[in-house]
């Protein structure tokens, strides 16, 4: 501590440390935090749905999505990333996630919603196994803290199908 | 900067950081607000770094006492004695 430069070194190199204390017993603050979300999709209509010339099924749906993810929300959170995806089994496959919309919430205040929505994203199956398949909407969210762990979880919502014939 | 200057100095940096850092986290985490905490903490740096890093007078209050030049002659650096045991490279 005999000189200016030795001093502000240690100024800098201490207050960072004290800096990276506080930001990691912020993110394990995250963990008192017992999130209790809730969500609800309905499949309003199915607009069309066909075989694609390379024999892929697709299908387009309209959507009402309502969501409230305001317990997700903590001091530490930056924002939350959502999105709903289509699961459902096939005899290749005993999981498959299609993607059909995508969010990310910027605060606590737009956390509590509801969309009314076509598909943002295709509704493809790898293959012609779409006629008659029952499947579920998961809502699938990952919280962005500010500083540290990184949460993610998920509602499954079960019961729809889609029709036996294609329209 | 003399010697318990720089130990106070030390010591403060220490004890302002963490008293800052451990009002900043509280105040952050009642009020929900990781910006309070991050600005509360930030003003801590700079007051810190204000009281610390310059060479403040009250870092210069204990002087060293050196000893009087005249004192050197009174007491006579140690000479290296002749009659000492030889170097065992003497020889015959």
Redesign the interface.
Known sequence: ??S?GY??N??LT??IT??A??CG??SF?DNFNSPSPAAQVQVLNINWFQKKPDGDDEVSLTLNISANLESLF???TKQVFVFLAAEYETPKNSLNQVSLWDGIIPSKEHSKFWIHTTNKYRFVDQGSSLRGKDFNLTLHWHVMP?TGKMFADNIVMSGYSLPKAYR | MDWQGQKLAEQLMQLMLVIFGVVAFITGYVLGSFQTMMLIYGAGVVLTSLIIVPNWPFFNRSHLKWLDPSEVEKHPKPQRSNFGPMKKASKK
């Open positions: 501590m005999h200016f001093r502000a240690a100024l201490f207050s004290i800096l204390v506080i017993i912020a603050s903590t001091w530490n500010k």
